[in-house]
Structures are given as structure tokens and as C-alpha cells.
């Protein structure tokens, strides 16, 4: 298991997209079961597709690293049920207790699942943007996830983080020194990466995708985006990247989909704004060479005008 786990951290390509698999997982709530991917991390790769009852909210990465002194899970999933059924999946692996949960942006899918976690009386800790969002969109977050969850919804509540910081929050576990840090501005408010200089291994959250097109939002800025990877993403050098979205690989192939993506687009929507071209045409820019990912039909063109209204104005 952990022989073909590395092979999809060094081999590019190899994991297989699964837009099109409903559940991989039928025996938990769980949309998959959790791999540990080099010693010590475990994650719960979710759904390259948009929420459904079927992968009950669970389309990102469920992350936890077995420290010797305790777990740390990276974040709290998207409701109570996920949240309970990746514990039980935990307390497979080990005795050891949950300690910390860290919660990579204000999303949903990174945050509903956190009042189980409170319950169990696990700290959670997040950065003080993403705590804003998440006290501001509470309720939201909570109608948008029952609404494909429906019975699945049952017990989430939305909680507020023990503790929120500015640029870093590191703690050291057993053979583990875990920094949850700010980068600077990149998918959403408050996105962090947990980074693990001695395995270098990087938890990048929203950051970083692949195997699935990356969403842009009202609040993406994609030129800030790309100036924090350049200044600070690439700079970790990770040997390893567990993605926000998608299988764990290398750096080069989430730069690939994530920053050559955003620069491809951004190039095509300055060469439309060049050209005289309108908000309605730039729905209709060339992104073809992404089109095998999954998402493109959902949000490619959404991205297109999400980008030419922030270009039409830089």
C-alpha cells in the first residue's frame, strides 16, 4: 500500500481522476479510505467532483499525521458525519489521541466537520481571515451543505476556532515539527499550507491543485496568487505536495495545473482585453489545453470571467 502511495507522490499522472466514481469508499461516509502516503501521513483523498450526497461533501483532502505524541489532523471535513467517520478511521491506525485540528481556509469543506472535533475536546486552530469568513458566511455554509446533504446534515453546527494567528502556528509532536503557515493571498481568504520541513512534505491546501480544474471565486486574485507561489510556495522546495484537490504528487506537476493554468489564462484574457474584446466573449477564450480535467465543464468558463473582471481594471 504505502509502495503504490509513493509512486503517486513521485510519478506524474499515474492517480486516476474520479469525477465519474460516486463513492470509492461504500463502508463510510467517507468518499475514500485513508492512505498513509509517507510514514507517519495519512490523507483521505476526496472527490475530484463538486459536493453530492453521495461523496457527503467530501471533495477535498483529509489529512492526519500520526506523530508519536499525539495526531494532527489538517481539516475538520465538511460536516459532522465526515468528521466521525475519518476519527474512526484514525483510531484504526493508532491509540494515540487527535490533538490539533488545523483548518487550511474558511470553506465549508474544511470546516462544518469541526464541531465534532470540538466535542472530543481537540483544539482547533485556524488563520484570523479565514475565521472571519467562516463567522461571517455561518450561515451560508450550513444551508449550501444541507441542501446536497440533506439527512447527512444531521449534528453539524458551525464553531468558532479556539485559536486563529496571523503568519505561522508550529508545533512539535514526536518526530514532527508541523508549521501551518500564511503564504500570502492566494485561492481564498485565510488559505495556509502545513509544511513539514524535516519530510518535506507539503499539506498546501487551496494553494496547490491537480486532476481537477481550480475554481476561481469573487474573492481569488489571481496575480496575488501567483506572487505568493513565486515568492513563497516554491521557495518550501517540497519534496512532496498532498494537494487541496487531487492525488499526492511533486511540485511539478501541481505547478502544472495550478500556476501554469492560472498564467495560461490570465495570458489568453490579457490578449481578448487587447484586442477590444467584451466581458461576454471572454467566457469563450481557448482553454482546451485543461479540458481533460475534471471540473472544466463546470468552471472553466466561470473562470474565464472571473479573471477578465479583475484584468479589466489592473
Known amino acids: ?61 483529509l489529512s492526519f499525521i500520526v506523530t508519536g505524541e499525539g495526531v494532527v489532523v489538517v481539516n475538520g471535513g465538511a460536516a459532522y458525519i465526515l468528521a466521525k467517520a475519518l476519527h474512526e478511521e484514525i483510531k484504526k491506525v493508532t491509540d494515540q489521541p487527535v490533538v490539533l485540528v488545523l483548518n487550511e481556509n474558511g470553506q465549508g469543506h474544511a470546516v462544518l466537520g469541526d464541531n465534532y472535533w470540538r466535542e472530543q475536546g481537540v483544539k482547533i486552530v485556524m488563520h484570523e481571515e479565514a475565521a472571519a469568513e467562516v463567522a461571517e458566511n455561518s450561515d451560508q455554509l450550513i444551508v449550501a ?5 440533506k439527512d447527512k446534515a444531521e449534528g453539524t453546527k458551525v464553531v468558532a476556532p479556539d485559536e486563529t494567528f496571523s503568519d505561522e502556528y508550529i508545533v512539535e509532536l514526536g518526530g514532527f515539527r508541523i508549521e501551518a503557515r500564511h503564504l500570502g493571498p492566494a485561492h481564498s ?92 466573449g471572454a467566457y469563450y477564450v481557448d482553454q482546451s489545453p485543461y479540458a481533460h480535467l475534471d471540473t472544466f465543464e463546470e468552471l472553466a468558463t466561470k473562470n474565464a470571467g472571473r479573471v477578465f473582471e479583475q484584468m479589466e481594471w489592473e
Open 145 to 149: 451543505m444541507r441542501g446536497y446533504n
Open 189 to 280: 481568504p485565510g488559505d495556509i499550507v502545513v509544511w513539514l520541513p524535516k519530510q518535506s512534505l507539503v499539506i498546501s491546501g487551496d494553494m496547490a491543485f491537480h486532476e481537477r480544474m481550480l475554481p476561481i471565486f469573487e474573492d481569488t486574485h489571481t496575480k496575488e496568487w501567483l506572487e505568493t507561489w513565486d515568492s513563497a510556495f516554491e521557495a518550501l522546495e517540497a519534496r512532496y505536495v498532498i494537494p487541496g484537490h487531487g492525488h499526492p504528487t511533486n511540485m511539478d506537476q501541481v505547478r502544472r495545473y495550478t500556476k501554469d493554468y492560472l498564467v495560461y489564462l490570465r495570458g489568453k484574457i490579457r490578449e481578448h482585453i487587447d484586442s477590444g474584446g467584451d466581458l461576454a
Open 1 to 61: 500500500m504505502r509502495l503504490i502511495a509513493l509512486l503517486f507522490c513521485l510519478i506524474p499522472g499515474l492517480a486516476l481522476a474520479s469525477e465519474d466514481i460516486a463513492d470509492q469508499y461504500p463502508g463510510s461516509p467517507l468518499y475514500s479510505k485513508p492512505v498513509e502516503f509517507i510514514p507517519g501521513v495519512w490523507s483521505a483523498i476526496g472527490a475530484t467532483a463538486p459536493p453530492t450526497y453521495e461523496n457527503s461533501g467530501h471533495n477535498n483532502n
